[in-house]
């Protein structure tokens, strides 16, 4: 085995066991390294900070030179490199409009988009997408944790766009709660007359929300039934997103497709 292909496999299985950490001799084993060998290996990324050894158990883990790699590798990670090829791969996908869209603390912005809407109404870069009635924005306040949502949800002005747009907060709670169990948001005609999308979370290194994905299209390209068959892919795609800047994303969100809230149908030009 070529010495960096140990070296790897040593810091892989120690990362693995991070909190129980391991001795030479169970390292040796376990990758089937010479005793000796291991030794003189662990010495080495010992003397540099790669793994540290506890004189309690003489059990060794991680070094904290990891750490200082990792933030250098954060703080430089752009975030629209990563997002954008995954963008594009949604939008030859689905044939149909795609974007990303930012929290900024107050409602999503519109941040990338692949494709246009062939419509009088366009999404373009920099449009705002409110928390109350854009299927982003809905999915991100879903995911908030709770104290921001009740806080933002406290203060939310029900503006009203269309006559599909939620006007009062008992209904987008009830929504809210599907969204949580579901993973995707939908937005059928509340902002725009004749336009419909489907969204999915994005989150950061934190594990908190940031962001979203979402195909947008007309009623009428964009039934909601396809929306609701785009959601697997919309969540595989966020999954590595998610994972490529360094987060987790929530093992509780499940595709089911969307349970339908009152009356409230996809609407038809």
């Known amino acids: 085995m ?4 140990k070296v790897h ?4 299985l120690l990362r693995e066991k991070y909190q129980t950490g391991l001795t030479n001799k169970e390292i040796s084993s376990a990758l089937n390294i010479p005793l000796s060998t ?3 290996i662990l010495a080495s990324l010992k003397k540099y900070d790669y793994v540290q050894q506890k004189p309690n158990d003489m059990h060794y883990y991680l070094g904290f030179v990891h750490l200082r790699f990792a933030q250098a590798l954060m703080e430089g ?43 009088r109404i366009s999404v373009g870069i920099g449009e705002i997408l409110p928390l109350h009635c854009s299927s982003t924005g809905k999915v991100v306040l879903s995911f908030l944790p709770e104290n921001q949502r009740e806080k933002l949800l406290s203060v939310i002005k029900f503006e009203e766009h ?11 709670k009830q929504e809210i709660s599907i969204i949580q169990e579901s993973g995707m948001a939908y937005n059928l005609g509340e ?10 979370p994005l989150f950061d290194r934190t594990n908190k929300v940031f962001g979203a994905l979402a195909v947008v299209g007309t009623s009428q390209n964009l039934p909601f039934e396809s929306l609701q068959k785009f959601g697997p892919l919309f ?24 349970q339908e809230t009152g009356d409230r149908k996809p609407e038809t030009e």
């Open 2 to 5: 070529p010495s960096i292909k």
């Open 9 to 12: 496999g040593i810091l892989e």
């Open 38 to 40: 291991c030794y003189r």
């Open 77 to 119: 990670l752009d975030e629209n490199a990563i997002i954008d090829p995954y963008l594009e791969e949604l939008h030859q996908k689905t044939g149909l409009t795609t974007l990303f869209s930012r929290f900024n603390g107050q409602h999503c912005v519109a941040m990338e988009v692949r494709g246009s809407v062939n419509t």
């Open 162 to 172: 269309t006559p599909q747009t939620i006007m009062d907060l008992d209904t987008l």
């Open 191 to 200: 902002l725009h007359q004749g336009i419909s999308s489907m969204a999915t």
């Open 235 to 258: 969540h595989a795609i966020g999954q590595k997103i998610t994972e490529a800047l360094g987060g987790k994303y929530p093992d509780r969100i499940e595709v089911r497709g969307r």
